[in-house]
Nanobody, 126 residues
């Protein structure tokens, strides 16, 4: 069964940090592009970051550049999102998603991915 499971969300104060984890099963992350997305109440799901199957290229939304870092551990079949300097506007449910591809490419478009996790809540509040 192809599956992604996110973890690591929680409540954090503004300026704080969290590391989200995305565990893959049934496939290997080094043969897939992996994206992180978020959806705040009343808003559309948006791309936050992605990493190519080669692991050599990453992309970030302008709103998180310099604060968030995506990384991958092939041995553990995991992808991470390190989030620093968190702001209240980062509050959302965060999802990881994957698409098997041999191309060194990843896309912030929601519709490009075909396997999704269940999401983990991140709340930034004092």
């Amino acid at each position: 069964q192809l599956q992604l499971v996110e973890s690591g969300g929680g409540l954090v104060q503004p300026g704080g940090s969290l590391r989200l984890s995305c565990a893959a099963s049934g496939f290997t992350v080094d043969r897939s592009a992996i994206g992180w997305f978020r959806q705040a109440p009343g808003k559309e799901r948006e791309g936050v970051s992605c990493i190519t199957s080669s692991g050599t290229k990453t992309n970030y939304a302008d709103s998180v550049k310099g604060r968030f870092t995506i990384s991958r551990d092939d041995a553990k079949n995991m992808v991470y999102l390190q989030m620093n300097s968190l702001k209240p506007e980062d509050t959302a449910v965060y999802y990881c998603a994957s698409r098997r591809t041999s191309f060194s490419f990843c896309n912030p478009n929601v519709t490009w991915y075909d396997i999704w996790g269940q999401g983990t809540q991140v709340t930034v509040s004092s």
